[in-house]
């Protein structure tokens, strides 16, 4: 299955959920899960971004419908990238 990763960045609004409900993290994992993709790893991040996410989804719609959803919600600000292994692309080329 193609991975992607998503970075995010929360919005002062997400910032005061996150705080008021950490575990709303593993909620929106859940939610992503039901768009169709699956996040296999997560980790909370210092810097530009709050959060890097590796998301596996069948194709590009589908992880553009999850980036769409969340990115609705005015919570957090998304940028989410095609990844590929990087033996793959040795093989490309």
Not at 38 to 67: C, H, M, Y
Request: charged residues 25%; aromatic residues 6%.
């Amino acid at each position: 299955m193609p991975t992607f990763i998503m970075l995010s960045t929360l919005t002062p609004e997400g910032v005061q959920t996150l705080k008021n409900n950490p575990q709303r993290l593993r909620e929106v994992n859940k939610e992503v899960e039901q768009l169709g993709a699956k996040v296999v790893a997560q980790w909370a991040v210092l810097g530009r971004f709050d959060f890097v996410n590796v998301v596996e989804a069948p194709d590009e719609k589908t992880i553009a419908r999850v980036s769409l959803e969340l990115g609705s919600r005015g919570t957090a600000h998304y940028e989410t990238l095609a990844a590929i292994p990087v033996d793959e692309f040795i093989a490309s080329l």
